[in-house]
């Protein structure tokens, strides 16, 4: 099983919603990551997890919140998001170690309102 | 200041034909490269993938070629499929971070 996957698949929220991105894996793999990629450009690193604990956030405003509950699942919280954080919002996972092959999932296409 | 450059945003191939596609870096930490084609809608599918310590790995039609000193690494594919029509991106690797090239859209023409 080398699949990842992501709920929900699109989401439209307003300025003042709060709503949770959700991503799953059971490769085994103990890194897991958040990128946001916006129109013909390429993934941008948010956010990564190793071993569950937050061990890269690449400057993200605190309105977008990680977090990794357990080995196999990965959120991302949403809050007073802004329309120009409107994208699609891509997990990815890995195993840990100095081969590591990033498995992505479907995203999920964000519009913020 | 990109880290991973991809010059080409696109490139038109035979069917048949070799297809070559090329990629930059300016960071010599980079100790692992990747190649990722992408569909519309979809999230990036990993293709292949070399280590700095090497020069050539080959899977398949697949064979991506890194030149250290150049800081230059490349993807060939051999013979281009119409399915293989897609934005591919290349990747680097430092630690725990990946940074990724803008990405070059392969148009392959039966």
């Known amino acids: 099983d080398t699949e990842v996957t992501q709920t929900p698949k699109h989401l439209v929220m307003g300025m003042t919603n709060k709503k949770s991105l959700k991503c799953e894996q059971h490769m085994g793999h103990r890194a897991m990551y958040w990128y946001k990629q916006k129109a013909k450009k390429p993934p941008e690193l948010m956010f990564v997890y190793s071993y569950e604990k937050l061990s890269i956030n690449e400057s993200v405003p605190s309105r977008f919140s990680p977090e990794c509950p357990n080995s196999s699942l990965l959120n991302l919280h949403l809050h007073a998001l802004q329309p120009e954080d409107s994208a699609l919002y891509l997990c990815?996972?890995?195993?840990?170690?100095?081969?590591?092959?990033?498995?992505f999932g479907p995203g999920t296409r964000l519009l913020v309102l | 200041d990109q880290q991973v450059k991809q010059n080409s945003p696109s490139l038109s191939v035979q069917e048949g034909r070799i297809s070559i596609l090329n990629c930059d870096y300016t960071n010599s930490m980079f100790d692992y490269f990747l190649w990722y084609k992408k569909y519309p809608a979809e999230g990036p599918t990993f293709l292949i993938s070399i280590s700095s310590i090497k020069d050539k790995n080959e899977d398949g039609r697949f064979t991506v070629f890194l030149n250290k000193s150049a800081k230059h690494l490349s993807l060939h594919i051999v013979p281009s499929q119409p399915g293989d029509s897609a934005v591919y991106f290349c990747?680097?690797?430092?630690?725990?971070?990946?940074?990724f090239g803008p990405g070059t859209r392969l148009s392959v023409l039966p």
């Open positions: 990815a996972s890995s195993q840990v170690g100095t081969i590591q092959t990033q498995y």
């Open positions: 990747a680097a690797r430092y630690g725990q971070n990946f940074v």
